[in-house]
């Protein structure tokens, strides 16, 4: 089956900094999605790409869907306290019934 | 609008028995989906449900069940616990034609 490789594990940044992390796979999608998931919750969705070469925003959020189809990137601009959690990629291939397919998360860990 | 509700948060079982997780969808929902959540994974595509019926199904044995009914609420059931089902389970509810998965706090499931 599919598989996400998203990078890195964790991250360990300072208040106001810019953050980048991304998400890679051996298959071509139709679809990349973005979730932040917080301690005790389910994951929320962030932005969701739908097109080869998309740049997409949501406030301090950018993701862009990769030319290949293989890949996405996150970046998060001057990063707050509450933008701490756990950010997951996942793809929806678009079969109708498979479900989505997230990789193992990036933890943002933020000192103030 | 009501979200994705769980019930219980919190559950401890013993290794062989039976458990039944519940999920309310979204006001306006009708396609509900399950996922395991493995400590420091990310969710796993359990089986999703459409009109009552399964209509995909992810790498799970048939212990894991599942029943959806006509007000689109939802059951999981696991027979014969095994301990490597300790995990988060999350119900996510969407429209037959949306991406726009809204997922539920979950169930933490024990398993000793």
């Known amino acids: 089956g599919q598989q996400l490789n998203q990078s890195p594990q964790s991250m360990f940044i300072q208040e106001g900094e810019d953050v980048s992390m991304n998400c890679t796979s051996s298959?071509?999608?139709?679809?990349w999605l973005w979730y932040k998931q917080e301690p005790g919750e389910g994951p929320v969705l962030l932005i969701a790409?739908?097109?080869?070469?998309e740049l997409t925003s949501n406030g301090r959020l950018t993701a862009q869907f990769g030319i290949t189809r293989k890949d996405s990137f996150l970046n998060i601009s001057a990063s707050i306290p509450s933008d701490v959690g756990i950010y997951f990629c996942?793809?929806?291939?678009?079969?109708?019934?498979?479900?989505?397919?997230f990789g193992k998360g990036t933890h943002l860990i933020i000192q103030p | 609008e009501t979200g994705v509700t769980q019930s219980p948060t919190h559950l401890i079982k013993t290794r062989g028995q039976q458990v039944t997780l519940r999920c309310s969808s979204q006001s306006g929902h009708n396609t509900v989906s399950w996922y395991q959540q493995a400590l420091g994974q990310g969710p796993q595509f359990i089986f999703q449900?459409?009109?009552?019926?399964?209509?995909g199904r992810g790498n799970f044995p048939p212990r894991f069940s599942g029943l959806q009914f006509p007000n689109y609420s939802s059951e999981l059931n696991v027979n014969a616990l095994e301990l490597d089902d300790s995990a988060l389970y999350l119900c996510?509810?969407?429209?037959?034609?949306?991406?726009?998965?809204?997922f539920g706090s979950g169930t933490r499931l024990t398993v000793v």
């Open positions: 996942a793809e929806y291939s678009g079969g109708g019934a498979d479900g989505l397919t």
């Open positions: 996510a509810s969407s429209t037959r034609q949306s991406y726009g998965y809204t």
């Open positions: 298959s071509i999608f139709n679809t």
């Open positions: 449900y459409y009109r009552e019926e399964e209509n």
């Open positions: 790409l739908y097109k080869a070469g």
